[in-house]
């Protein structure tokens, strides 16, 4: 039985890496909708994501909805799973401080399923108190975090930081689903 992922792409360096966690989706058979940030098309383009996941690809809130329910609130009561990676220290802090202002916080905020995140920053930003207290806060509302590694980061240092590999995202993905099924 196909699952329904919703998958959000933010604007960090490492978007290029949600490419290959959508095509490792796709081949398993799962249905994956992709939704982006404004930030993240600066990164990635939506015809890539669209062309990957054979689907349309969400980047406005205001669009027309082939249903009644506004597109967000469609795609969160369908998903089985919404996995965020790369989510930006931006994405993170909105959704801990309540702010929907997107087509992917909005859907974030109105999901009904287990929500995954994978944050992605530079290791200043990642280990800024406010950047931990925002993540600590999600964990605690049951938001499953998928740490970062230590690894080279963009900038050419070493640090903690760096998405975690898409192996281990789509490990953690499929073990959610299962879990998800035998509850
Ligand atoms: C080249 C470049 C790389 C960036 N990489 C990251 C990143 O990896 N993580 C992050 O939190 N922000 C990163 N940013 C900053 C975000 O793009 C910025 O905070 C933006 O507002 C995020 O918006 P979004 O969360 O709506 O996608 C980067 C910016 C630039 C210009």
């Known amino acids: ?15 290029y890496k949600a490419v290959e966690i959508v095509s ?4 398993q058979g799962n249905r994956v909708t992709v939704i982006m940030t ?11 994501f669209q062309t990957i996941s054979k689907n349309k690809v969400i980047t ?20 089985d799973l919404i996995v965020v990676a790369p989510a930006t220290a ?4 909105k959704i801990a401080s309540g702010i929907a202002d997107d087509a992917l916080t909005c859907t974030v905020m109105a999901a009904r399923s287990p929500v995954i995140i994978a944050p992605a920053m530079n290791d200043s930003m990642y ?18 975090i998928i740490e970062p590694e230590k690894g080279r980061l963009c900038t ?25 099924r035998t509850k």
């Open 90 to 93: 931006n994405f993170i802090g």
């Open 38 to 48: 404004s930030c993240a098309q600066r990164f990635v383009t939506q015809v890539t």
């Open 24 to 27: 490792c989706l796709i081949k």
């Open 1 to 15: 039985m196909p699952k329904n992922i919703v998958l959000g792409v933010t604007g960090s360096i490492a978007a």
């Open 60 to 79: 406005d809130l205001f669009v027309d909805s082939e249903n009644y329910d506004p597109e967000h609130v469609a795609l969160a009561e369908r998903a």
């Open 127 to 144: 280990l800024n108190p406010i950047v931990q207290d925002n993540i600590k806060r999600l964990s605690k509302l049951g938001y499953k």
């Open 156 to 180: 050419g240092r070493v640090g903690i930081g760096r998405l975690a590999s898409v192996e281990k995202i789509v490990d953690v993905i499929n073990k959610e689903l299962k879990r998800k």
